[in-house]
């Protein structure tokens, strides 16, 4: 059981340590083993999307693997968009903080 720190740690710190920590993992699993460590997850993130797509079971299963990667598909899109307007948020805010007009690139204005 983890030790609970009276510093608690930054946003930053919490990703470092996270980092770390996957990398440790993995540094102890051969890569021949490593798909067989993750095959439950996969089997999972298939079941769930099966069971959105054609929840009474009523299609050809060719039909119903193709609706599930296409409804897996487009939550992975819908959460890069939301990664995408985030990022652009931050930037937009940092700008701002900064004192400077962004145009939405990251890119700073040139003064003439």
Do not use: C, F
Request: no cysteine.
């Amino acid at each position: 059981m983890g030790r609970r720190s009276t510093n608690p740690l930054t946003p930053e710190q919490r990703k470092l340590r996270s980092a770390i920590a996957n990398a440790a993992r993995w540094s102890r699993i051969p890569p021949s083993q490593r798909a067989a460590h993750t095959q439950a997850a996969r089997d999972g993130i298939t079941a769930k999307y099966l069971r959105l797509v054609d929840p009474g079971k009523l299609l050809p299963d060719a039909e119903r693997v193709e609706l599930a990667r296409q409804a897996h598909k487009a939550d992975l899109a819908r959460a890069a968009l939301k990664a995408s307007r985030a990022a652009s948020a931050r930037r937009a805010a940092r700008a701002r903080e900064a004192g400077t007009a962004g145009d939405g690139d990251g890119a700073a204005e040139a003064v003439s």
